[in-house]
C-alpha cells in the first residue's frame, strides 16, 4: 500500500466534462498510490450524473477505494481550517475545507484541478492533469 490519493470532485467533473474517463487516467498513476474517496466528494461527483449506468460505474469504482470516514475530529479540524483562514481573510466553502481537513487528518494527498485547495496550509495538492 502507497501514499493515500484523494482525487477532488473537481476531478472526475472535469476529466468527464473532457469526455476523459476519470478511472483510466487514475490506473496509469497508480503504482504509488492507494486511491481514497470520502463521502463528500462521492455525494458531489455522483449528484451530477443523470444516467443510472454511469452513476452506478462511480458508485462501484468509489466502492473499490479506501474510505477517509468524517469523524467528529475531522470536522473539529474542518471548522478550526475555516475559522483559522476566515481570520485571515481567506473564505473558503464549506465542501473543500471539509474534504482538505479530511485529506490532512489521514494524510492524504488531494488530486484537485481546483486552486482553492492551495490555499490551505499543510495540504499537498497535485493539480495537473496528465497528457
Same mark, same amino acid.
Given at each position: 500500500? %502507497?501514499?493515500?490519493?484523494? *482525487?477532488? !470532485? !473537481? ?8 469526455? +476523459? ?5 487514475? !490506473? %496509469? +498513476? ?22 443510472? !449506468? ?18 467528529? +475530529?475531522?470536522?473539529? +479540524? ?16 464549506? *465542501? ?24 490551505? *496550509? ?7 492533469? *496528465?497528457?
Amino acid at each position: 500500500m %502507497g501514499r493515500l490519493l484523494l *482525487p477532488d !470532485s !473537481s476531478f472526475y467533473i472535469r476529466l468527464t466534462r473532457m469526455r +476523459r474517463d476519470p478511472f483510466a487516467v487514475l !490506473s %496509469g +498513476r497508480l503504482d504509488d498510490w492507494e486511491l481514497a474517496i470520502c463521502g463528500i466528494v462521492r455525494a458531489e461527483v455522483l449528484r451530477g450524473h443523470i444516467q443510472t !449506468s454511469v452513476r452506478d460505474r462511480f458508485n462501484d469504482a468509489f466502492s473499490l477505494m479506501a474510505p477517509l470516514e468524517m469523524t467528529v +475530529r475531522v470536522w473539529r +479540524r474542518t471548522a478550526n481550517l475555516a475559522w483559522g483562514l476566515d481570520q485571515g481573510g481567506c473564505v473558503l466553502g464549506l *465542501p473543500d475545507l471539509a474534504i482538505a481537513a479530511c485529506a490532512l487528518e489521514y494524510g492524504a494527498v488531494v488530486w484537485t484541478f481546483d486552486q482553492h485547495f492551495d490555499l490551505i *496550509p499543510g495540504l499537498t495538492v497535485l493539480n495537473e492533469l *496528465p497528457v
